[in-house]
């Protein structure tokens, strides 16, 4: 079982930024695949950007080149930085991993972006 607890939500003006954190504790191995998913009101969960354990990336199409993950493998613990934030990034933002073929996730975070 692993426990994930997110961070850093909260309201920012378009093109702000802000940065998720999300700290992971429990049954987490040496690889694992760690990210965020998000979901929009009336709109279904989408992966917003994953990581390996080596650090491989994807991101959506949407946030290539303003969002940035990275991870700290000492302290079990995946970032989301967001920059040029846009009005349609409002979501709650759900940590997820991924650990021997098992999924976890954090009970999300709210991101606003609105003027």
């Known amino acids: 079982q692993v426990q994930l607890v997110e961070s850093g939500g909260g309201l920012v003006q378009p093109g702000g930024s802000l940065r998720l954190s999300c700290a992971a504790s429990?049954?987490?191995?040496?690889?694992?695949?760690m990210g965020w998913y998000r979901q929009a009101p009336g709109k279904q969960r989408e992966l917003v950007a994953r990581?390996?354990?080596?650090?491989?990336?994807n991101y959506l199409d949407s946030v290539k080149g303003r969002f940035t993950i990275s991870r700290d493998n000492a302290k079990n613990t995946v970032y989301l930085q967001m920059n040029s934030l846009k009005p349609e990034d409002t979501a709650v933002y759900y940590c997820?991993?991924?650990?021997?073929?098992?999924?976890?996730w954090g009970q999300g975070t709210q991101v606003t972006v609105s003027s």
């Open positions: 997820w991993a991924l650990v021997l073929g098992l999924q976890s």
């Open positions: 429990g049954s987490i191995f040496s690889h694992n695949t």
């Open positions: 990581i390996t354990s080596g650090g491989s990336t």
